[in-house]
Each structure stands twice: as C-alpha cells, then as structure tokens.
C-alpha cells in the first residue's frame, strides 16, 4: 500500500510544486512522457504521485481518494463545506497567489466599497427592472460574503471563463473573480473595490481527514511529513 | 433522532409514517379551526422565490432545472404558492390549512433536517387583523400546549413605524426600510446618516470633482453614465442632509432593546413614544392585539415580547411574529413559527392586497419532544 499525493497536472502550479518538493529532498516528476499523467516520487518510499486539474483535487481529498493534495485556497473553500472539517492545510507553498476581489467598472466612479454596491444595486434594479448581476464561478464564497456584509439586490451568473469580458458584453454589471496582478481587470476597464479582497488565496498542500489509512500508510505519510520539514 | 428527520435506513419507513400521522392529527385539528385543506406543487418557479428572497434563497433552497421551464426549487415554504393561490381566486375571508414536505439546503449543519414536514395555517381576512393574530397565536398555543414550550413574539410593524416617521429624506428612509430585515447593515445605515463625521477625504474630492470621471476607464456595461451621474447627485444631497440627531438614533435603539412580559412591553413602548409620538398608532395595535389574546384565553401577562425578534430569519412577515421554542432543547428549530405577512401579498396579488396571517408546526419535532399525547 502507499499513500496519494495529488498535484496538478500542468503550467507552473505543476512546476512550482516539483520544485518546493525537490527544494525538501522530495524528487516528483512525470513518468515517461510529457504528455503521461502518471507520475514518480524518488527520496521517499510509500508516496504514490497522481497528476490531476487543481479543480478536482478538493473533491478527491474530500473523499479521501487521496491523502494529500496541493490546490489552492479558494478551491478548498468554495467547493468543501466546512473544508476545515474535511482537510488539514500543513502548509502553504508560498506560490500562486491570487485574491479573490469583486470588481466594478473604473468609470463607476460612485462606487468603491460594498456599502457602495448595495446602494447601486436597488437603483439598479428600480430602473432595469432585474437585479444586479455579478459574474463569477465561486458562487459560494461570494453569497456567503455579500450576504454577510448584508448585501441585496444583486443575482450571481455563472461564469467559467473569461469572467472579465462580461460586463464589455452586457451579461453581468461586475465580477467576482480571481487576480493575482489585476492585469487582465484594468486591460477590461475594471477595478476591485478597496474593501479588501474576499479571499486571499495561494497554493497549499492540503492533508485529508478522512482518507483511509493502515498502518503502513500511516508511518510512509509520517515519514513525508517529518521529509517535508512540517512535523 | 428525530422521526422523519434524520433519516437513517433502517428509520426511514417507521418515522415517516410516525410523522405523517401526527401531520394529518394536526391538520384535522386545523381543519376543526375552519381551515379548507389545500395541496400546492413540491416544485416551484425559481424566478417567484428569488425576486422575493434575492440571491439568498440559492444558498438554502435546492434548485433544479429543465429546458422547458428553466429554474425550479423544491418548495422551501408554503406561504408563498398558498398566497398565489388564494390571490389568484380565493374568495374572502378564507382559512387554508397544508402538510407536506419542505426542502431546506444545509451547508453548515449536517444534523440540521434537509427535508422535512411542515403543517400550516393560513388566515386571509381583512376585517380584524389583530384578531386574526390572535386567532392563529391561540390555536397554535392550545394545540402545542402538551409540550410546555416558551412562546416568543415580536413586531415588525413598530420598528418600521419608526423609519416612516423619521425626519430626514425620504431616499434615507427608503434605504433603512430596505434593511429592516438585515439588522447589520440597517445599523450600518443609521450610523452613516446620524454621523456628523466629515466625508472621506476621496469622496470628498470625487463629489466636488468639476470632472469625476476624468481618467477613468471606458463606459461600458449596461449601468450608464447617467445612472453614475444620478448618484453622485444623491450623495451630494445626502452629504449636505442634516444628520439624524443622536438622541433619536438612542430612542431606536431603545425600542429595539425592548424585551419584556407584554405589559411591561406596551408600558415600555408607550414611555419611548412619548419622544417618538409617530409609532402611537402601532402600539395600539399591539394593545389591541395583546387584548384581542387575552379575549381568547391567552395568559398576556405571561407572554414574553421582544421588539427585535424576527428580524434575522423571517423577511417577508411585516407585522406579529411568533414562535414556540422547547427550552430545554436549545440545539433544535422552533418546533413553530409564523406571523403576518400583508406586504407579501401586495407584492404577489399584482397591485390587490389582503391582510394575512399564518403559521407552521414541525410534526417531526413535535414528534421529537414526546407527542401531543
């Protein structure tokens, strides 16, 4: 038997992560091909390496089909109900860090904060005759916080990509989404609002709480751990 | 474990039928109160429930969808398919009893029921409204009393009287009204007019700007310009508003701080309304409600009040609200709840409205506590 460790597959998540393992004596890296989503794990016995999309980690830790898994914050938290009850963060790797903002148009120059955007948000439906929307795919974390900063008036639109043309489009007035440098925001005529990001996200190595173990399992994942340096 | 709550596979079959019993005794006893039974669809259009409860709704109702009908939630309520129904082509007065499932999402407690047994009562009468209260609040009481519950209830229409009679203007008094139900962001609203703080200095400098739009982005979407422009001229407005005074702002929280047996309540709000004389005539309407109790044998003297109790969790009631709590058993939901809720069927009947009142039990909690015996 041997423990899972889950990593994405590709980009500079993929490469980052290769790097902060080796950085620890931990070598990972793809079996065979480029192109083969297997992978080898050498300076640790008992580590099992699968690669997968950074989206599909939480749900596999969740379900304990793997026992640790790198995916960034904001995954966690919107896809896992009470995440801390399902996974344990042992650390966060320092890379891929991102702020989940909600952001308006930079000629909405009458709104800079959520207080702000409520107040648009019921004329905004007074004169359109429909609630405000907000296009975003973490449709969890932002109901959980405009709900709790008592925000009304507004409706969520799904949206799995290129979230940021939506307004330029007409399907949404602002957007909830995720930036590191707030490139692409300003290049679409956006601006977050300065009330602080709702989620401030990174790349982290995550441990399931309910992955079935033996006690091989255990003593391989104790032993990665103490490699790892975060016992 | 609850009968017909949490359900495990063995339980399911003996629990259900546990609780279906005691939700078809409690309808007949609604039925003896004069209630005409009534059935309404499990599956109810998304767009009804999310124009009335906002985006909210997604996060405690399961939706669903087709092709055909787009978005539909598994009821979450009663109340608002029985008012379409009875706005649509019920005669008047008319009482209209329910039971069935209601379907409530958890993402946070999984002990908390996700699918469960509501019986209702609904009264539809427009001649006395404080004895309709009292009807429904008696009935309840009566038949809930083996269970030795504490009855909690409130008022929503005070603390609305006290917005509408506020001196300032009336987009402010719009605003707090919007928020009567959102009670952070309703004393994040009171602050704001009562501050005689100076504007940020940003602000400041947007709101004078001979251009506010000089060096910002493109115009784009579909809120226009001229929409940014109207409020920048409220905010103008609202900056050179006089500040609610203080001492208003503390008769507010005075009232909302009301929680007394309902003599002492009535004597309470009697004493704030000598500095807030327009919320006299909702408190005659609790007086005449507290009398209207009294007439049908509830124990008023005994009955607690709290001016703030239904603000969290009970938007669309505007008026009495009540629930029944087992005290001893403060991990579980009210074992029943309702209130009046006439502002919802203005905003159902299309223009006709109709003074209403109703509530729910939970035979499955009833059930939980030991029966009715």
Known sequence: ?231 | MAAGERPAFAAIPDARAAARAEAARLSARFQDAGAVPVETAVLQPAATLLDLYGEDIRARAYVTSDALRGEQMLRPDFTVPVVQMHMADGAEPARYCYAGEVFRRQEEDEDRANEYLQVGFEVFDATRPPDADAEVFALFQSILAPLSLRAATGDISILTAVVAGLQTSDKRKQALMRHIWRPRRFRALLDRYSSTAPLSDSRAALLAAADPFAGTGAEIGLRRRAEVIARLDNLREDAAADPIPTGIVALIDAVLAVREKMPFALERLRDIAVDLPWIGVAIDRLDARATALADRGVDVDALDFEASYGRTHMEYYDGFVFGFYAENRPDLPPVASGGRYDALTRHLGQGRAIPAVGGVIRPGLVLELGGLG
């Open chain 1, 1 to 231: 038997m041997s423990i899972k460790l889950g990593v994405p597959s590709k980009g500079r998540l993929m490469d980052k992560t290769f790097d902060w393992f080796g950085a620890r004596g931990v070598t990972l890296g793809r079996a065979g091909s480029d192109r083969e989503y297997a992978g080898r794990v050498e300076g640790v016995d008992g580590v099992e390496l699968i690669l997968m999309a950074a989206g599909e980690i939480p749900r596999e830790l969740a379900a304990g089909r793997i026992h640790l898994g790198v995916t960034g914050t904001d995954l966690v938290r919107e896809k896992l109900a009470r995440w801390d009850m399902q996974v344990e963060e042992l650390a966060e790797l320092g890379f891929g860090h991102a702020d989940l903002i909600i952001a308006v148009p930079d000629f909405w120059v009458d709104v800079e904060t959520l207080d702000d955007l409520d107040a648009v948000a019921a004329a905004f439906r007074r004169a359109h005759g429909f609630r405000l929307r907000i296009a975003t795919k973490y449709h969890r974390l932002i109901r959980d916080h405009l709900r709790e900063a008592g925000v009304a008036d507004y409706q969520l639109v799904d949206s799995q990509g290129a979230t940021e043309g939506t307004v330029n489009n007409e399907t949404a007035e602002a957007v909830a989404d995720i930036t590191s440098t707030g490139e692409t925001l300003r290049a679409n005529h956006l601006r977050p609002l300065t009330d602080g990001p709702v989620l401030r996200s990174q790349a982290t190595l995550f441990r399931a709480r309910n992955a079935p173990c033996d006690e091989g399992d255990r003593a391989a994942l104790t032993a990665l751990i103490d490699r790892l340096g975060l016992a």
